[in-house]
């Protein structure tokens, strides 16, 4: 999913793209780079709203940033 998600936002397909990061959010709760890609691909799609808690998440699992 991860690598897909990449291309899937590389060729602008950003709903595909939040849905791999979505489900890899589901696969490994505990990795701050898929809810850090998942809010930011949420940003690029106007969902700012629904980008909050991702993006949150992300800061609780590493308040550095340095993972995303």
Not at 18 to 33: F, K, Y
């Amino acid at each position: 999913y991860q690598h897909r998600a990449r291309i899937y936002r590389h060729l602008g397909e950003l709903e595909a793209a939040a849905s791999d990061r979505r489900r890899l959010t589901e696969l490994r709760p505990g990795d701050a780079l898929h809810y850090g890609n998942l809010g930011w691909d949420l940003i690029q799609l106007g969902r700012l709203a629904q980008a909050v808690a991702p993006t949150r998440r992300a800061h609780e699992l590493d308040p550095l940033g340095r993972q995303w």
